[in-house]
């Protein structure tokens, strides 16, 4: 075989051919091993089959890393997809456990926290239903929200965890809430 193909072998080998294209690749080594079986025009026609084939591969790979170069340029003045290619580059890189600690937590740990918001949530059931009024009526809003809480812990627990889960974040958007103040319209007449 010609060893300018070879060599154009070698070249798209190393530079990743295989994963671009995989069909591909395995037709043209398909081809690269059945020209080497044959001899006179039959090889000669084989070999250039081959040769169109590797061509046609080393452009469209060129092209695709022309249209990669592109993107990341066109993309690069942007902060998230310059943070996104970072993610990207420790994603590949994968040398340090450190950095991928943050991704994959300890089931232990998890397991630890699930325990601890648990406790949390018991806790405060606990002190939301010593604080009850003494003297409300059966339909007192506040009794029915407590009973309810009672009933829920000892019925399902996990409901009642991802419950409060909920109450606190709308608690949290209550306050954030309370903590604008209205906008007066500067048009606006006051009450006589």
Avoid at 2 to 13: E, G, I, K, M, Y
Avoid at 40 to 66: E, F, I, P, V, W
Avoid at 87 to 96: E, G, M, N, V
Avoid at 161 to 180: P, S
Wanted: charged fraction near 20%; aromatic fraction near 4%.
């Amino acid at each position: 075989m010609n060893p300018d193909v070879l060599s154009t072998l070698d070249a798209l080998r190393a530079a990743g051919a295989p994963r671009f294209d995989a069909v591909g690749w395995h037709y043209i080594e398909t081809l690269a091993g059945r020209t080497q079986t044959q001899s006179g025009a039959a090889q000669a026609l084989l070999t250039r089959k081959l040769q169109q084939s590797l061509d046609n591969l080393h452009q469209r790979m060129k092209a695709a890393a022309q249209a990669t170069q592109t993107a990341k340029a066109s993309s690069a003045s942007s902060p998230l997809a310059t943070l996104l290619q970072e993610l990207k580059a420790q994603d590949q890189s994968d040398t340090h456990p450190i950095s991928n600690a943050w991704r994959s937590e300890n089931p232990r740990i998890q397991q630890f926290r699930q325990q601890l918001s648990q406790i949390s949530v018991q806790k405060q059931v606990t002190q939301a239903i010593a604080q009850a009024p003494q003297n409300a009526g059966p339909i007192n809003s506040h009794m029915l929200v407590l009973r309810s809480l009672g009933l829920m812990r000892g019925i399902s627990p996990d409901y009642l965890n991802r419950f409060m889960v909920h109450v606190d974040t709308l608690l949290c958007l209550d306050e954030a809430d309370k903590g604008k103040a209205p906008a007066k319209k500067a048009g606006a007449k006051s009450p006589k």
